[in-house]
């Protein structure tokens, strides 16, 4: 328990993805209840029950320390008991063998008070939950319900029998079958129940990643389809004029030179396109990067509004700026935590500005040649545009990024 405490010390909550916090939130609750549950209903009710008798004092005495071992073995086996129902590591040998004896040897000494009278009848009844829950908290994550609710049974049954052979207390001995039912079925649900919610939500998150990659495998796959459909074409011009350039030569006829000008040509307009697929300009179209970003992101769970002044902007203005959404909405899916996503396009003194915030503070982009901040800003100094990226307070990230009008801009509507 030590180094998972270190281990949760060195990172803070805002760098844990929603299914983290709620695992962590989770299983500091199972630590804290066992050893509130064992406090309240074991160790207070028995100090204030004691019969001023050497025996009775031992007996408590050891009952005690075997309660707080049974709630620090419970705290250590809890992640461990957490892995398995989750399906991240098989349980080790034995892992129950431990919790077991403690158990086995609480119960024990409690029935040894309840046959001397070293407590009060109703103390000895509330103990059994306090002894019992660190036990099924653990055992309810490990097997089946069905093996569960059998063996809660017959210890049920062991357990009124011994307790009621020991002090002959018949309304005793209801208690003591209900207060182990229930403690069984608490300890059950409340294990069981929280676990089952983080199952879902990790796997909710593991299907955000799939999604967030299946749209960056969505952009390659249109890159790929823009650079086929540049290059296929013309590197096939270039093979036929190539080849038509060379029978020319080898019959010496002059028309060989105007072939291999227009291979020249084709080529270099070959370069210009590829550059142009790369910086993301051919159908780049703004409109349709806004109602895709605002689609996938809604998709994936976040909340996004869009907000946009219709304008007749440039051609290579549009391109850009539907370059910066579209990368921003794949870097929010793919790096950020965010809940909620606004993106806002105004016209203001002939410069347009479009604004990304989101509540995901991970989710700036990554530094690269052709993608993140610097190919953004690539991108926006070919209108003179500049881009500005940070974080706006301590859970919101904002990107913002604003290129000048170089001709009137008819408004349609506001």
């Not at 099924?136 to 357990?159: D, E, K, N, S």
Request: hydrophobic share 50%.
């Amino acid at each position: 328990m030590p180094g998972r405490i270190m281990r949760w010390q060195q990172r803070h909550w805002e760098d844990r993805s929603k299914a983290e916090r709620v695992e962590l939130f989770s299983v500091l609750t199972w630590y804290c209840t066992v050893w509130f549950i064992m406090a309240c209903w074991l160790l207070l009710p028995l100090v204030g029950t004691l019969p001023h008798r050497p025996v009775a004092y031992a007996l408590s005495a050891l009952l005690a320390l075997v309660g707080i071992l049974q709630c620090a073995l419970s705290n250590r086996l809890t992640r461990t008991a957490l892995d398995h129902y989750l399906g991240r590591a098989e349980l080790p040998a034995g892992a129950h063998r431990a919790p077991a004896v403690l158990l086995g040897l609480a119960l024990g000494l409690l029935v040894a008070i309840a046959g001397l009278h070293a407590s009060a009848p109703m103390t000895v009844r509330f103990a059994i939950g306090g002894l019992l829950l660190p036990f099924a908290l653990l055992y309810g994550l490990t097997v089946p319900v069905r093996v569960f609710l059998r063996r809660t049974a017959i210890l049920t049954v062991l357990l009124a029998a011994g307790i009621w052979l020991a002090d002959r207390d018949v309304p005793g001995l209801v208690a003591t079958c209900a207060m182990t039912v229930s403690q069984a079925v608490f300890a059950l649900l409340a294990g069981r129940c929280g676990a089952w919610t983080l199952a879902v939500l990790w796997e909710a998150e593991r299907g955000r990643e799939v999604e967030a990659r299946l749209a960056v495998a969505e952009e390659r796959l249109r890159f790929g389809r823009d650079l086929h459909d540049v290059v296929g074409r013309n590197l096939s011009v270039i093979s036929l004029k190539s080849e038509l350039a060379v029978q020319l030569v080898r019959r010496g006829r002059p028309e060989a030179v105007e072939q291999m000008i227009e291979v020249q040509r084709i080529a270099q307009e070959s370069q210009r396109e590829v550059r142009d697929v790369v910086r993301g300009y051919r159908e780049a179209d703004l409109v349709v990067e806004l109602a895709g970003a605002q689609g996938v992101l809604t998709a994936a769970g976040i909340d996004c509004e869009v907000r946009a002044e219709a304008a007749e902007l440039p051609a290579e203005v549009q391109s850009a700026l539907g370059w910066v959404v579209r990368e921003a909405a794949t870097n929010v899916l793919r790096h950020g935590d965010a809940g909620r996503c606004a993106v806002r396009l105004r016209i203001r003194e002939e410069r347009v500005v479009l604004t990304v915030e989101n509540d995901g503070v991970a989710a700036a982009p990554d530094g690269g040649g052709g993608s993140g901040l610097p190919g953004l800003r690539e991108r926006l100094s070919a209108v003179d545009g500049t881009l500005e990226a940070g974080l706006v307070g301590k859970d919101r990230f904002r990107l913002v990024a604003e290129v000048p009008l170089r001709q009137e801009v008819r408004e349609v509507t506001s």
